[in-house]
RNA sequence: GGUGGAGUGGCUGAGCGGCCCAAAGCAACAGCCUGCAAAGCUGUCAACCCACGGGUUCAAAUCCCGUCUCCACCUCCA
């Protein structure tokens, strides 16, 4: 069986074949760095970044767009008095700091939107001489793309112009309230760096400009797959759709659009404000575990946040790491994926179906456990192999590095339960209980095993 | 008004015509282990009719029609 993704414009499931065999060209709307990530966010990110290590996997190379739109009405707001160039790399921190942590993948190429002014002029530049975008009628350095000379516009998300709602304050010099902004003129009230000279006057350029240019930048004017939020697929990709298919370029082939993160039932987004940030998260669960409880939907399906949510996910996926630990030396991890199990396999071609391999690991970490008890050496070497070969391709590996704990702590525990195994050696369980207590309550957890006693800190 | 999506055990969440008397996880319960625990492992439990009502089919959670409820998008959002 081959890959088959769901294509949001043609709203079916289609085989992917890539436009260049062996090799997979992807574009992926990165974030405005307008304010702190959240959930959702992270989850887009995710999305693609399994994406791109199953195709990997399975013998493509790959090359990643994910933009970084550093220009944008709401980064010149939300910086306030400060340089809004300065607010946005700080935002943009933020976000790589949240993908490193989630342990997403560094894309190819991170363009940012203030380094591509030269890009988004010239295709603007195309779309007036073809008659599909003007310059504002009210004679402003406003940029507008003519969306009735387009006569596909709509073609993404199967909607028809005179069924749209349209802006429906004041035009700019917009001809009809469809049409939306290429560039956006300067105004007074806002910084002069935020304003790059262009044939038409001073402006900045608008959102859905900026991905168009990019694309076609890194990846030409065609490639394999384009993807976001679901709340990105009207206007953004329409709008990109259209630009960059009036300028003649193929575009996209296939277009991927992941559900959102709810909360409550209810979208989380930023302008609801009902966010999950990065600091409600660590307080949640360990990375891994949020990692894990990120996929355990599949892309297309909503998930719905609750406090308990990353606490079962953590118990989930300590249940596989466990499995890792006891059964083997983590600290050696040799991947080798011909150990994928077929059904992983077949889930994660059908339109990656995470909670469908996830269900996979498990199975197979029940089967290596009961080989592991059971001294079953040839059988729990298999189900190892094919574990740390699934975990790895979904990039959970990391959720099994130790935690770094300082020598004085180790020592300390180590003296404890030495008095403790000692106690115990001399029937004074009361003093057992006692020592057993006090780590407790310095957040070490004791496990007695056969011979030995094993801890771990939680603190 | 238009365009999409969803409703599956206590919870999360796969399945999307026969392998489904419905995967997997969490929770619960039991056993193993233990001085007793915890942790860990294993097992068991759970969906009366897979939102409701019709229909198609030898066969439906899965297809069709209708109804109800919820969500998203319609020019700020991943």
């Given at each position: 069986?081959?890959?088959?993704?769901?294509?949001?414009?043609?709203?079916?499931?289609?085989?992917?074949?890539?436009?260049?065999?062996?090799?997979?060209?992807m574009y992926v709307c990165g974030p405005t760095v307008q304010s702190a990530p959240h959930?959702g966010h992270l989850?887009s990110a995710?999305?693609y970044?399994?994406?791109?290590?199953?195709?990997?996997?399975?013998?493509?190379?790959?090359?990643m767009v994910r933009n970084v739109t550093d220009i944008d009405d709401k980064v010149l707001v939300n910086a306030?008095?400060r340089d809004w160039r300065e607010f946005a790399k700080e935002i943009e921190q933020n976000f790589d700091?949240a993908y490193?942590?989630?342990?997403i993948?560094e894309p190819?190429h991170k363009p940012h939107a203030t380094e591509h002014i030269e890009d988004m002029i010239?295709l603007t530049?195309?779309?007036?001489?073809?008659?599909?975008?003007?310059?504002?009628?009210?004679?402003?350095?406003?940029v507008?793309f003519?969306?009735?000379?387009?006569?596909?516009?709509?073609?993404?998300?199967?909607?028809?112009?005179?069924?749209?709602?349209?802006?429906?304050?004041?035009?700019?010099?917009?001809?009809?309230?469809?049409?939306f902004a290429l560039f956006k003129?300067h105004?007074?009230?806002e910084p002069?760096t935020a304003a790059w000279?262009?044939?038409?006057?001073?402006a900045r350029p608008g959102w859905h400009i900026e991905c168009s240019a990019m694309a076609k930048h890194f990846l030409?004017?065609?490639?394999?797959?384009h993807g976001g939020g679901l709340d990105l697929r009207f206007p953004h990709h329409e709008n990109e759709l259209?630009q960059s298919?009036?300028?003649?370029?193929?575009?996209a082939?296939?277009?991927?659009h992941n559900?959102?993160?709810?909360?409550?039932?209810?979208?989380?987004s930023k302008s609801?404000?009902?966010g999950?940030?990065?600091?409600?998260?660590?307080?949640?669960?360990?990375?891994?575990?949020?990692?894990?409880?990120?996929?355990?939907?599949?892309?297309?399906?909503?998930?719905?946040?609750?406090?308990?949510?990353?606490?079962?996910?953590?118990?989930?996926?300590?249940?596989?790491?466990?499995?890792?630990?006891?059964?083997?030396?983590?600290?050696?991890?040799?991947?080798?994926?011909?150990?994928?199990?077929?059904?992983?396999?077949?889930?994660?071609?059908?339109?990656?179906?995470?909670?469908?391999?996830?269900?996979?690991?498990?199975?197979?970490?029940?089967?290596?456990?009961?080989?592991?008890?059971?001294?079953?050496?040839?059988?729990?070497?298999?189900?190892?192999?094919?574990?740390?070969?699934?975990?790895?391709?979904?990039?959970?590996?990391?959720?099994?590095?130790?935690?770094?704990?300082?020598?004085?702590?180790?020592?300390?525990?180590?003296?404890?339960?030495?008095?403790?195994?000692?106690?115990?050696?001399?029937?004074?369980?009361?003093?057992?209980?006692?020592?057993?207590?006090?780590?407790?309550?310095?957040?070490?957890?004791?496990?007695?095993?056969?011979?030995?006693?094993?801890?771990?800190?939680?603190?």
């Amino acid at each position: 069986m081959a890959l088959e993704l769901f294509d949001s414009k043609s709203q079916t499931l289609r085989a992917f074949t890539p436009l260049t065999a062996g090799h997979v060209e992807m574009y992926v709307c990165g974030p405005t760095v307008q304010s702190a990530p959240h959930l959702g966010h992270l989850r887009s990110a995710l999305v693609y970044d399994i994406l791109r290590r199953w195709l990997m996997v399975t013998d493509h190379t790959v090359t990643m767009v994910r933009n970084v739109t550093d220009i944008d009405d709401k980064v010149l707001v939300n910086a306030g008095s400060r340089d809004w160039r300065e607010f946005a790399k700080e935002i943009e921190q933020n976000f790589d700091d949240a993908y490193l942590a989630l342990n997403i993948l560094e894309p190819t190429h991170k363009p940012h939107a203030t380094e591509h002014i030269e890009d988004m002029i010239n295709l603007t530049k195309k779309l007036i001489n073809l008659g599909h975008a003007y310059q504002a009628t009210d004679g402003s350095a406003n940029v507008f793309f003519d969306t009735a000379s387009w006569p596909n516009y709509g073609e993404l998300t199967n909607q028809k112009l005179e069924n749209m709602e349209g802006e429906e304050d004041a035009t700019f010099g917009r001809k009809s309230p469809n049409d939306f902004a290429l560039f956006k003129a300067h105004k007074a009230d806002e910084p002069d760096t935020a304003a790059w000279k262009t044939p038409w006057g001073l402006a900045r350029p608008g959102w859905h400009i900026e991905c168009s240019a990019m694309a076609k930048h890194f990846l030409g004017e065609s490639f394999d797959i384009h993807g976001g939020g679901l709340d990105l697929r009207f206007p953004h990709h329409e709008n990109e759709l259209a630009q960059s298919s009036a300028a003649g370029d193929r575009f996209a082939n296939f277009w991927l659009h992941n559900a959102l993160i709810t909360i409550s039932g209810q979208k989380m987004s930023k302008s609801l404000g009902n966010g999950v940030s990065v600091e409600d998260l660590e307080k949640a669960g360990s990375w891994g575990a949020i990692r894990y409880w990120l996929l355990s939907a599949q892309y297309r399906s909503n998930l719905d946040y609750s406090e308990s949510s990353i606490r079962d996910a953590q118990a989930a996926l300590d249940r596989i790491v466990g499995f890792l630990k006891r059964t083997t030396n983590t600290k050696q991890i040799e991947i080798d994926d011909q150990y994928l199990p077929s059904e992983f396999a077949e889930a994660m071609d059908s339109d990656l179906n995470v909670p469908g391999a996830l269900a996979v690991i498990h199975e197979r970490v029940r089967a290596g456990n009961t080989a592991f008890d059971s001294n079953n050496q040839e059988a729990l070497k298999l189900c190892v192999e094919q574990v740390k070969a699934m975990v790895h391709v979904l990039g959970l590996t990391f959720a099994y590095q130790e935690r770094r704990i300082s020598e004085e702590l180790t020592n300390q525990v180590n003296d404890l339960i030495q008095q403790r195994n000692a106690a115990k050696l001399a029937k004074d369980f009361a003093r057992a209980d006692q020592i057993r207590l006090e780590l407790e309550e310095m957040g070490v957890t004791l496990k007695d095993m056969k011979d030995i006693t094993m801890w771990s800190f939680n603190g």
